[in-house]
């Protein structure tokens, strides 16, 4: 399945856009960047020049996602959502002249697969998402947030976990477990994990 580009969307001819994507209306999709299969680039959305999206990701209505970012698969961005990529942003260098793209070295968000970042939130760059975490509305991202992990506030700071469902987990004898989905995650050293069911142990045949 081809990709669909509305007719006022600005998708540029060294971009690459995956099956099934579509960028919608007044969305812009810079030089170099990558679309993964089956996107949604919402309208007025931005992509930087090279930032690279895997499958299945939406950007909402208005999202700005600066080079260089990366984000995994299944990435949800809501609408207004701002990557930064300047630590030290200022329009003029200390003699006044204006900052050409030679004067800073643009640094970037990566977001790992599943994570969602809500409407309005700002993630300062350079910072790291982990996979499937949560990044409540309107929040401002000042460091990295770890897999499965749930932020809220300015600045941003972990609330407790959320699990693939997007819902809340909550704690019991075994570990972390979705209340929506039964699925149970155990605490690492970098954030959270899903603890994988195992199979019963093979019974000796009878006599």
Not at 136 to 161: C, E, H, N, Y
């Amino acid at each position: 399945m081809s990709p669909t580009v509305k007719p006022t969307a600005q998708v540029s001819e060294q971009a690459t856009v995956g099956d099934g994507t579509t960028v919608w209306e007044l969305a812009q999709v810079r030089e170099g960047a990558v679309l993964g299969a089956g996107c949604v680039v919402g309208r007025g959305a931005y992509v930087g020049a090279g930032v690279e999206i895997g499958d299945h990701c939406k950007l909402q209505n208005h999202a700005l996602v600066y080079e260089p970012a990366r984000l995994g698969d299944g990435v949800f961005i809501g609408p207004a959502v701002v990557l930064t990529n300047d630590r030290n942003p200022r329009a003029v260098n200390p003699d006044g002249s204006l900052k050409s793209g030679a004067d800073w070295e643009p640094v970037g968000v990566e977001i790992g697969d599943g994570a969602s970042v809500g409407a309005r939130a700002v993630c300062v760059a350079p910072l790291r998402i982990g996979a499937w975490a949560m990044v409540a509305a309107g929040s401002v991202v000042t460091r990295d947030v770890p897999p499965f992990g749930l932020v809220v506030g300015v600045p941003a700071r972990r609330i407790g976990w959320v699990g693939h469902a997007g819902v809340r987990l909550e704690q019991d004898d075994d570990g972390w477990r979705c209340p929506g989905t039964g699925r149970l995650y155990r605490e690492v050293a970098d954030g959270l994990e899903p603890v994988e069911a195992q199979a019963p142990e093979a019974q000796p045949p009878e006599a």
